[in-house]
């Protein structure tokens, strides 16, 4: 969310970064909440004299009845009660234009980085740099759930019937490789020098608005019925959340994070074919990182985050390539984002894996998280996120990367001391 007050005097800039964001619909609410926030500091004035004059009253009634002037004192009071009705609608009235302004102040999108490229959507996102040599094989890479189903693997029509579509079981060798890579990507956050936490699954509403767009919301949270509280659609939000209300002194930034959850996504709309099987999923685990700074340090640990995906991946041989997300791709929070994408070698193509955001002080002034300096001014801090890894996302390059022309998985080194000791796992049956 963005200051009020630079919205007053900025008005012009903050029109030009709605239109960079191709999001024409809300210019207009710049001017209303422009004109609903003066009408909203007018109304204050006004009931802030009555309160003054209500003090000063109050002492003059006292006055009076002492100097048994009763009916002089009757006519103060009688002013006093006409004032505090007043006062009453003047309270009424400042409170419903707070809340209308505060409703489109969460609507109006964060001022973007000069850096992000214009674009609609992210067929215009723009490749940074790749990392490792793209390989396609001689031989024949089947789709992924083929791959693991040669490995009794996993069992996607079992789970259909328990729990219906973008649902998954994951058994023995498979299900043990998810449970690794999580394993291996929790001990490489923490080797780096990240905190480890398991934080809750759930939180609650004004978490969820302190912490994503309305639209966002609406796209991906799944909510506890009759209770103020929202599954995570990653634990970013909780880990944000954790920061909420607090003044944390300037010397003990940065707090760098990471997080183990379980993740729940609606994930609405139709998706292509190569969304088939456990690409894109109501449930599933996730390593993630974040990291609560000063304004001055945002732009240096942004590129920090993400290049500590990039080093997971490529520890696991799997080659990856970095694009900056465009304009209109960046949900309205963020400033700044560069997803991480991995090499597909049977679509010859690469996909999403995870994907770091520079959100300037947009989630801490929705949540009040505060820094205190030396000479105790406040300030809001900087918050980021990124993913370290995301299965069973993963395990698809995973799976396609070190595919062996037997059959056979290969084990990267890296990665063998959490699946016991294997070099590779063994293809058990044929798809």
């Not at 001689?138 to 693997?153: C, L, Q, R, V």
């Not at 041989?317 to 694009?323: A, F, K, S, Y």
């Not at 679509?347 to 300037?360: D, R």
């Amino acid at each position: 969310m963005l200051d009020l007050k630079f919205v007053r005097e900025n008005p012009e800039i903050v029109k030009q970064n709605i239109r960079n964001k191709f999001q024409d619909r809300k210019l207009p609410l710049v001017d209303e909440v422009i004109e609903l926030d003066a009408q909203a500091r007018a109304t204050q004035v006004e009931a802030d004299e009555l309160r003054a004059n209500r003090n000063r009253l109050s002492k003059q009634i006292g006055a009076l009845m002492g100097q048994g002037k009763k009916e002089e004192a009757e006519a103060v009071k009688a002013q006093v009660n006409a004032d505090a009705e007043r006062l009453k609608e003047l309270e009424a009235k400042e409170a419903e234009l707070g809340a209308k302004v505060t409703e489109i102040m969460m609507t109006i999108p964060n001022i973007i980085d000069p850096s992000v490229p214009i674009g609609k959507n992210d067929s215009e996102n723009v490749e940074i740099e790749k990392f490792g040599e793209p390989v396609v094989p001689d031989f024949e890479i089947p789709y992924h759930t083929d791959i693991m189903a040669a490995f009794d693997g996993i069992d996607l029509d079992a789970a259909g019937k328990v729990a219906g579509n973008g649902f998954y079981y994951l058994m023995g060798d498979i299900a043990r490789l998810h449970s690794a890579v999580i394993s291996y990507a929790r001990d490489f956050m923490i080797d780096r020098g990240f905190t480890y936490c398991v934080p809750p699954f759930m939180i609650r509403s004004n978490v969820v608005t302190g912490v994503m767009s309305f639209d966002e919301m609406d796209a991906m949270m799944y909510k506890i019925e009759g209770e103020d509280l929202y599954l995570i659609g990653t634990s970013e939000h909780s880990m944000i959340g954790k920061f909420i209300d607090t003044i944390t002194p300037e010397e003990q930034l940065p707090k760098t994070l990471t997080s183990y959850s379980p993740c729940f996504r609606k994930e609405k709309g139709a998706h292509g074919i190569e969304e088939r099987g456990v690409y894109r999923i109501h449930q599933f685990e996730k390593q993630e990182m974040i990291v609560v700074c000063k304004p001055e340090e945002s732009k240096m640990w942004f590129d920090k985050l993400w290049q500590n995906t990039v080093d997971l991946f490529r520890s696991l041989d799997i080659p990856v390539r970095t694009l900056e997300c465009c304009s209109g791709d960046l949900a309205d929070l963020k400033v700044k984002s560069v997803d991480v994408e991995a090499w597909s070698p049977r679509q010859k193509k690469y996909f999403e894996v995870g994907s770091c955001s520079n959100l300037g002080d947009a989630q801490a002034r929705r949540l009040k998280i505060r820094v205190q300096d030396s000479n105790k001014n406040k300030y809001f801090a900087h918050t980021l996120n990124n993913t370290v890894v995301a299965p069973p996302r993963m395990l698809i390059a995973f799976l396609e990367n070190n595919l062996q022309e037997n059959g056979n998985v290969r084990i990267p080194q890296a990665l063998q001391p959490y699946m016991g000791g294997k070099t590779e796992i063994i293809k058990k049956n044929t798809p």
